[in-house]
């Protein structure tokens, strides 16, 4: 279609106006503006080619009566009127993206009917749609999410980085295991392989010489793919990812090839594991989001945070206790996310460290990428359920020059270095201690409910797999 002319009215690049072509349209305005200028706007956009299928007012009364006479004439458009007028009409909104389908939903409106944090409540619900929302220099696109599996899967996702996605990951893979499932779990790290790599668990022996002799290599040999094959026993395949925007696209990755080889290796269920807030760019039949109860509340219940709560089935949040949370925030979170999404089913959770080896009757020297204000909670923790001495802590595995200080000064004491899998946990502390003659320990965390509307984690994963395979017509 001919453009010309509507670059300079509606302040649009070729490319965007070559987006609205041939599309459907909703279009949200408000009762502020003039109506004979909403009007004339759209209009404009349909000039574009694009097929205007409703118009939904969010506010602003001053002219909606007007408005109402003027879009609305001889029932061309399908409006949507809030007429209880209270606040931003999300439930209006969920109800016209469910009827009228658009491709695309524009925002015509303006302060003072929306400010930031109503833009970012509208995208949120509009991208759970999988609905582009456009306005007048912005666009929030929902993450491209590639058909490519042919098996059973669901994504897990988070809200952040350092959340404990990766434990929560180990811990539902052992879970389908132990319950006849077959999974495989798909990786995607800032430091995964050029080329995706396949950890066949049944032909690789994993243990501290297999991942010091990855390190020595060069390899990164605590990317996510190696921690998840290791404490869960599990086959997995490790991808590489670059960037993440704010729906939770990575920039680039190689994760559709990795995806791919899933569908050439005999395990049953598929668990795409994403990295920090960044999706896999692949869609699956569900979604569990992993939250961090220490993360800042706003990242947790607006921004983007909302839309990944929006499209889960289950969500885990970790960390919850002193002194990372307390009690008044843990009340906020757990209320924010069931506003948000009250199907959602919520467990509040702790992590407890869970060596892989014997350390009774040792001493301990732990690394970990804990907090460190949170090393007393870890250390009681082991000294007491394994009849163990902890000698030292380092907190510092993602802070090798730091870390290197701590085991100088520590590791000389201990008889075993108990760690988790995690940044340079392989290629300077387990390293160090291979050197000192150290025994090395890896160690799982394993979360443990405090809270929430469910009553093991393990019944809520058996019960996702379950409606999964129901509604894909397998057996279960």
Not at 245 to 266: C, E, Q, R
Not at 295 to 308: A, D, L, T
Not at 374 to 386: A, F, G, N, T
């Amino acid at each position: 279609m001919n453009h010309e002319g509507l670059e300079e009215s509606l302040h649009m690049d070729n490319s965007y106006l070559r987006l609205l072509d041939q599309k459907d349209v909703l279009c949200l305005v408000d009762g502020q503006h003039y109506p004979p200028v909403t009007k004339w706007t759209i209009e404009e956009i349909e000039k574009v080619g694009a097929d205007i299928v409703g118009i939904l007012f969010l506010g602003g009364t001053e002219k909606v009566k007007n408005a109402v006479e003027e879009l609305g004439g001889g029932g061309k458009y399908k409006l949507y009127i809030d007429e209880e007028k209270k606040g931003l009409p999300l439930s209006l909104l969920d109800q016209a993206l469910d009827e009228v389908t658009p491709d695309i939903v524009i925002d015509l409106s303006d302060e003072p009917v929306v400010d930031y944090g109503d833009r970012f409540k509208l995208a949120s619900l509009v991208i759970s749609h999988d609905v582009i929302y456009y306005g007048s220099d912005f666009m929030f696109s929902p993450p491209k999410r590639h058909k490519i599996l042919n098996k059973p899967s669901f994504s897990i996702i988070g809200t952040g980085k350092r959340v404990g996605k990766t434990a929560i990951s180990v811990s539902i893979a052992r879970i389908m295991k132990e319950n006849g499932y077959d999974p495989a779990i798909v990786c995607m790290g800032r430091g995964g392989p050029p080329d995706p790599v396949h950890v066949d668990v049944s032909k690789t022996e994993l243990n501290a010489d297999t991942l010091l002799n990855i390190a020595k290599k060069g390899e990164h040999a605590a990317s996510d793919y190696w921690e998840d094959a290791l404490l869960a026993q599990v086959p997995t395949i490790g991808c590489r990812r670059c960037g993440g925007g704010m729906t939770g696209d990575p920039f680039s990755s190689n994760v559709l090839k990795g995806a791919d080889m899933t569908n050439d290796i005999p395990q049953d269920f598929v668990i795409m594991e994403g990295s920090g807030p960044t999706f896999p760019p692949v869609k699956t039949d569900e979604n569990i989001v992993i939250i961090g109860a220490g993360q800042p509340i706003r990242n947790i219940k607006e921004y983007f945070g909302e839309y990944r709560l929006k499209i889960s089935k289950l969500a885990i949040v970790t960390m919850c206790e002193e002194p990372m949370v307390n009690e008044k925030k843990l009340e906020k979170i757990k209320k924010g996310i069931l506003k948000i999404n009250p199907d959602i089913r919520l467990a509040l959770t702790i992590f407890r460290p869970q060596p892989l080896g014997d350390i009774k009757g040792k001493k301990v020297f732990l690394t970990t990428t804990a907090p460190e204000k949170v090393s007393k909670i870890l250390v009681d923790h082991i000294e007491k359920e394994h009849d163990c001495k902890v000698v030292g802590v380092s907190n510092k595995l993602s802070n090798s020059p730091e870390l290197k200080k701590d085991l100088d000064e520590g590791l000389g004491e201990a008889d075993v270095l108990l760690t988790e899998i995690k940044a340079a946990s392989i290629d300077m502390a387990a390293m160090m201690a291979s050197e000192n003659d150290v025994e090395i320990v890896f160690m799982h965390n394993e979360a443990e409910i405090i809270d929430g509307n469910v009553e093991s984690i393990e019944k809520e994963i058996l019960s996702i797999c379950e409606n999964i395979l129901h509604d894909r017509g397998e057996k279960i």
